[in-house]
């Protein structure tokens, strides 16, 4: 595996830890920027609204530079909003960075999945995915939970600093650990990338992941409630169960990125009924602590750890370009708004287990999707806008 594809997880994983600070934060934020909890909250669906929005325009607007180039400018939008939010001295101020860092954070998506794709061989793409998206990952795991820690001993605008600081370190490592290529049969190309979307089965597909996100996030978003209220857990014993989670991920991650490549449709088959049965069992024996937490865990293990089948279903479809792969990460991002947004609709009208509920009709919806791609089963295709040969890949894996 070329080691580019560690780098660019360690990319990833100071975006998601910045993308996830002010949920372990917001009293103290409340405090610092005299705001109610509520008005923090926006910050975080500000974020998300700008990384589906947003992301796209600024992957189009780099679409002409090298990647490495790209990857670089978009560290240093990244870094300036990280910073302005570290100094922050008001609400406005905040959300302005928020809103950079979110634009900055879903480009660099796009960008960083492109470049997996283009420097390892169409065989091993999902996997390099998975390695990548170990970022993702490890930013649930252990980037939330670090930047709490900090921001509760050392003060919130410490945690944004320590962020800072990772956000340089990826720079340098991508600096020198990526390399100096440009994209592969023109994938700088506006037209190209613009007119892939013409295809009406992308949409579909691009439907499965917001589905398969938004069926996963419905849950995720309130587990701390339904685990304190139904489940019977002290305060004190959630984060030691979601840091649980986080390693289910990280497992299911590295699971899903090996079987990713050659059995692309039946791993997202397999994923959502998974999903189903876990968050159906969920809702019906949350009230039992150790069922919960089996459930719960499985959760972890089939939710967000499709991400690699789901790229490569998409580059299949579609092609491996930035722009595409941007635009898949705005549709996951959309997933996220509508399984946490409806599951707050649903929570006030039907109880806490409503949103588990509600996961396991999108995990069906999801798996409707699917299935008309599970009764063909073609051969696995090759992902569009590959390297013209395999040179470049072989020669950035010996690096």
């Given at each position: 595996m070329p080691r580019a594809v560690y780098v660019l997880a360690l990319g990833i994983f100071a975006m998601v830890t910045s993308e996830f600070v002010v949920a372990g934060l917001m009293p103290q934020m409340a405090d610092g920027l005299n705001a109610t909890i509520p008005q923090i909250g926006y910050l975080i669906t500000a974020f998300a609204v700008a990384m589906a929005t947003g992301g796209p325009f600024l992957t189009m607007a780099l679409m002409k530079l090298p990647p490495r180039t790209a990857l670089m400018v978009l560290f240093a939008v990244f870094l300036a909003g990280n910073v302005l939010a570290a100094t922050a001295s008001g609400y406005a101020t905040m959300l302005a960075a928020r809103i950079v860092t979110g634009i900055a954070s879903q480009a660099f998506f796009g960008v960083g999945i492109s470049l997996c794709a283009q420097i390892t061989r169409p065989?091993?793409?999902?996997?390099?995915?998975?390695?990548?998206?170990?970022?993702?990952?490890?930013?649930?795991?252990?980037g939330l939970p670090i930047s709490t820690l900090v921001g509760e001993h050392f003060g919130w605008r410490a945690a944004f600093w320590t962020i800072t600081v990772i956000t340089v370190i990826a720079a340098v490592a991508t600096l020198f650990g990526v390399p100096r290529i440009e994209w592969a049969q023109g994938g700088g190309s506006f037209r190209e990338e613009i007119g892939?979307?013409?295809?009406?089965?992308?949409?579909?597909?691009?439907?499965?992941?917001?589905?398969?996100?938004?069926?996963?996030?419905?849950?995720?978003?309130?587990?701390?409630?339904?685990?304190?209220?139904?489940?019977?857990?002290?305060?004190?014993?959630?984060?030691?169960?979601l840091i649980a989670y986080g390693a289910a991920t990280v497992v299911g991650n590295n699971i899903v990125g090996r079987f990713a490549d050659q059995h692309t449709v039946p791993v997202l088959a397999v994923g959502l009924v998974l999903n189903?049965?876990?968050?159906?069992?969920?809702?019906?024996?949350?009230?039992?602590?150790?069922?919960?937490?089996?459930?719960?865990?499985?959760?972890?293990?089939?939710?967000?750890?499709?991400?690699?089948?789901?790229?490569?279903?998409?580059?299949?479809?579609?092609?491996a370009g930035p722009l595409v792969n941007t635009v898949h990460s705005s549709f996951i991002t959309l997933g996220i708004i509508l399984g946490s947004s409806i599951g707050a609709m649903v929570i006030g009208t039907w109880g806490l287990r409503a949103?588990?509920?509600?996961?396991?009709?999108?995990?069906v919806a999801g798996l409707a999707t699917v299935l008309p791609d599970l009764a063909?089963?073609?051969?696995?295709?090759?992902?569009?806008?590959?390297?013209?040969t395999d040179a470049p890949a072989r020669q950035t894996e010996q690096v």
């Open positions: 065989e091993v793409r999902g996997r390099a995915i998975a390695v990548a998206m170990n970022g993702l990952m490890l930013g649930t795991l252990l892939v979307f013409r295809k009406p089965k992308l949409w579909l597909v691009l439907t499965t992941s917001t589905l398969i996100i938004g069926a996963t996030f419905s849950a995720f978003s309130y587990f701390n409630p339904i685990l304190t209220d139904l489940a019977g857990f002290s305060a004190g014993t959630v984060p030691v169960l189903t049965v876990f968050l159906a069992g969920f809702a019906l024996l949350a009230d039992l602590p150790t069922p919960a937490i089996i459930c719960m865990m499985g959760i972890g293990l089939v939710g967000v750890t499709m991400n690699p089948a789901m790229a490569t279903r998409v580059q299949r479809t579609g092609n949103p588990l509920w509600l996961g396991a009709i999108m995990a063909r089963r073609p051969a696995p295709e090759p992902v569009a806008a590959a390297p013209a």
